[in-house]
């Protein structure tokens, strides 16, 4: 579970999630995530760090930029949290659902 | 690429879509996994999914303390249902979370096929981080790996 927690403590922060959420719909270098952002570009690469070390992208050099994508694993863990937890739910309200009290 | 910012799944349920819907929403207080899953300080009796859009998702304790959950986005019974998720990782209520849960009812073969989303799980925070760690999600996620073994 540590790398849900890592995921989810990086994604606490507004302006991260905000960041990740601009990488997830388009793979981007540093400079385009400041450009449509209301932060500095040094600032952007601090979170892009946080974002790293959780596991939640990765870079690859492009040219002279860093390209930074979505980490499809990244998320694996609190994903994994939520599909058992809705799993069991579901299954309780099947029972429910079929049974003669309904 | 939303796909790996959602959980999905399916199940087909033996009744009507429309006997599924009104279990999902107006049974939810007994189907709910309520002495596991809740986030108010004392543990609920039963919870409630108000009837329109709008409308208000939570849990009650004994005392009539209500504790939200989220709110109703879509209300299209007995087809559609999508509740927003204002909850935290660690079962705590945050206004600013932004997952939603969409839920949808078709007749399939004389029973129901449900198919259900949990989306934008990336807004999923944990409220207390600041506070003092995060003791919900992994006591939640043990319990729940603990009750499967």
Redesign the interface.
């Known amino acids: 579970?540590t790398n849900?927690?890592a995921a989810?403590?990086a994604?606490?922060d507004?302006t991260r999630?905000k960041i990740?959420?601009r990488i997830?719909?388009h793979p981007s270098a540093v400079g385009a995530l400041a450009d449509g952002l209301p932060v500095s570009r040094p600032a952007v690469s601090q979170h892009l760090r946080v974002l790293k070390d959780a596991g939640l992208v990765d870079d690859e050099a492009q040219g002279t930029r860093r390209i930074y994508r979505?980490r499809?694993e990244?998320?694996a863990d609190?994903?994994a949290?939520?599909?058992?937890?809705?799993?069991?739910?579901?299954?309780?309200?099947?029972?429910?659902?079929?049974s003669e009290d309904? | 690429?939303?796909e790996?910012?959602s959980?999905r799944?399916s199940?087909i349920?033996?009744?009507s879509p429309e006997?599924?819907f009104s279990?999902?929403t107006e049974?939810i207080g007994?189907?709910?996994?309520l002495a596991d899953?809740h986030i108010g300080e004392q543990p609920p009796i039963t919870a409630i999914v108000e009837p329109r859009v709008g409308g208000r998702w939570f849990e009650r304790a004994a005392d009539g303390t209500e504790c939200p959950w989220g709110h109703v986005r879509v209300w299209e019974p007995p087809h559609r249902l999508v509740l927003s998720w204002e909850i935290s990782?660690d079962w705590r209520p945050d206004p600013?979370a932004t997952s939603e849960v969409e839920v949808r009812f078709a007749a399939e073969d004389g029973a129901t096929r449900?198919d259900?989303e949990?989306r934008g799980?990336?807004?999923?925070?944990?409220r207390d981080?600041l506070a003092g760690g995060?003791p919900g999600?992994?006591q939640?996620?043990a319990k729940?790996?603990t009750?499967?073994e």
């Open positions: 579970m849900a927690v989810i403590t994604l606490a507004p999630r990740f959420e997830a719909a979505v499809q990244g998320l609190v994903r949290y939520l599909d058992q937890f809705w799993d069991q739910s579901l299954a309780a309200f099947r029972d429910l659902a079929e309904a | 690429m939303p790996p910012l959980v799944q199940l349920v033996r009744t006997r599924a279990v999902f049974r007994d189907w709910w996994r899953m990782a600013t449900i259900f949990h799980i990336e807004s999923l925070t944990l981080q995060w999600l992994l939640a996620f729940t790996t009750d499967e």
